[in-house]
Nanobody, 125 residues
Framework: QVQLVESGGGLVQAGGSLRLSCAAS????????MGWFRQAPGKEREFIAT????????DYADSVKGRFTISRDNAKNTAYLQMNSLKPEDTAVYYC??????????????????WGQGTQVTVST
C-alpha cells in the first residue's frame, strides 16, 4: 500500500503560481510513476501530467503544457506540480496518483492504483 497526501492548494489570482506537493508513505515510493489529475465541479477527472519513476520522462495535457511542471524527489518520497500563469479555468480539486507499471495509457485514471484525497485550487479573476 502507498498512501498519498497532497498539499499546497489554495486561492490565487489569475497569473499567479502555486506548487502542489504529494507526499508518499508506506511502500517504497521510487518504483511508482506518478500522475496529477484534476476535477472541476460537474466535470470528469482530467489528466494533467505524469512522470516516470526515475523522473527522466514527463508528459502533459495540452491545456497546461508550458505552464505546469511535474517533478519528483525520490529521496523525499514526494512529487510536485509547479503551476505558473494560472487561469480561472484551472480551478479544480487536484489529485496525485501512483501507478506501478509502464503504459502508453498514462492519461487514464484507471491505470493508477493509488490516489490522494485531493487539494483545492481556486484561481480568481
Amino acid at each position: 500500500q502507498v498512501q498519498l497526501v497532497e498539499s499546497g492548494g489554495g486561492l490565487v489570482q489569475a497569473g499567479g503560481s502555486l506548487r502542489l506537493s504529494c507526499a508518499a508513505s508506506g511502500r517504497t515510493f521510487s518504483p511508482y510513476a506518478m500522475g496529477w489529475f484534476r476535477q472541476a465541479p460537474g466535470k470528469e477527472r482530467e489528466f494533467i501530467a505524469t512522470i516516470t519513476w526515475s523522473g527522466g520522462s514527463t508528459d502533459y495535457a495540452d491545456s497546461v503544457k508550458g505552464r505546469f511542471t511535474i517533478s519528483r524527489d525520490n529521496a523525499k518520497n514526494t512529487a510536485y506540480l509547479q503551476m505558473n500563469s494560472l487561469k480561472p479555468e484551472d480551478t479544480a480539486v487536484y489529485y496525485c496518483a501512483a501507478r506501478d507499471y509502464s503504459t502508453p495509457f498514462y492519461y487514464l485514471a484507471s491505470v493508477y492504483r493509488y490516489w490522494g484525497q485531493g487539494t483545492q485550487v481556486t484561481v480568481s479573476t
